[in-house]
């Protein structure tokens, strides 16, 4: 999953999602593919294209695409940095869902101490290694702890 959603243009929710399956020459599972329509709530939006969605919106059909060939591991780059505050929270309470209804892991890169606290846990990264990590995180603990590795100017 990106930050910039990368959808294409030209195709509907529904094309957008499946993308991923058509270039790899399968169908996917038609079954999973309609319950992710479901958990991400987007069943009334399939025919539409992404200019006439929301930023939000548009970011819940990254998701569904991400989990559509089944990952065992979804990958995402700052998945609300384009977002506003709600439908931020929003897209990370669908990807909380996702996980937890799908079964599968979510790898999120953030510098939004609000998103990693939707974490289990959370890693810590300083110049390429790992510093430190944290289980059961809050907005404020994980704030505090990248207080910590703040580099003084």
């Known amino acids: 999953m990106f930050q910039a959603y990368n959808l294409v243009p030209t195709l509907t929710v529904a094309e957008n999602i499946t993308l991923p399956l058509d270039l790899a020459g ?14 991400v709530g987007l069943r009334d939006r ?22 559509a060939g089944r990952p065992d591991v979804v990958f995402a780059d700052e998945p609300t940095g384009n977002l506003d505050s709600r439908s931020g929270g929003e897209v990370l309470a669908l990807l909380g869902r996702a996980v937890r209804q799908t ?4 790898v999120m890169v953030t510098h939004d101490p609000v998103a990693a606290a939707h974490a289990d846990e959370v890693v810590f990264l300083a110049d390429g290694r790992l510093v430190d990590r944290m289980t059961s995180p809050t907005a404020d ?9 703040e580099v003084p100017s």
């Open 103 to 106: 079964n599968r892991t979510v």
């Open 26 to 39: 399968s169908t996917g599972d038609p079954e999973w593919i309609d319950a992710l329509v479901d958990v």
């Open 141 to 149: 603990t994980v704030l505090d702890r990248m207080k910590a590795f």
């Open 46 to 67: 399939l025919h539409h294209r992404p200019a006439e969605l929301s930023g939000g919106q548009q970011q819940r059909v990254a998701v569904a695409r991400a989990f």
